[in-house]
């Protein structure tokens, strides 16, 4: 989800409801501390130079249960950050934290913002070494189809 997104989102909504992928949904005294930008430089293990740059929304909860983070407060927040982020419109992450801080996408789904699940990747998987074969997706064995047969 974009910058933009959100923001038409937050527009349309009566409450703002955040669910991880799990199902379950963070409480609903939760606060949005912080919306930053993040920018990240690296280099691949192909040794390729790669930047990349999101819009990072940070949630937490606190004892204060009798918090609510209204959606025209929430726009309000992403307004005030626009001197940080900028005019590009980000795609958005999330951190949140369980076990130690988790980094999410964000999707929307009906009236619900979803927490996404993250993975890692090989950017420069020909400098791996690592057959084509690894990148595959699992095999599907439905109704006796097979990978290849035209089936699936």
């Not at 790669?50 to 940070?58: I, K, L, W």
């Not at 927040?77 to 940080?84: T, V």
């Amino acid at each position: 989800m974009k910058i933009s997104e959100i923001k038409q989102a937050l527009a349309e909504v009566e409450a703002v409801n955040f669910r991880l992928p799990t199902g379950e949904y963070l409480p609903a005294h939760f606060h949005v501390t912080e919306v930053g930008l993040v920018s990240k430089h690296f280099i691949d293990c192909g040794g390729v130079e790669r930047r990349e740059t999101v819009a990072n929304f940070q949630l937490w909860e606190a004892g204060d249960y009798d918090h609510r983070l209204a959606p025209q407060k929430f726009l309000h927040i992403l307004d005030l950050s626009q001197r940080i982020l900028g005019s590009e419109d980000l795609e958005i992450e999330v951190e949140y934290q369980q076990a130690t801080i988790g980094k999410f996408g964000l999707t929307r789904d009906g009236n619900d913002f979803v927490l996404t699940q993250k993975q890692t990747a090989c950017l420069a998987q020909h400098a791996c070494g690592i057959p084509d074969a690894a990148f595959a997706l699992p095999q599907l064995q439905v109704a006796g189809c097979a990978p290849g047969g035209g089936c699936c």
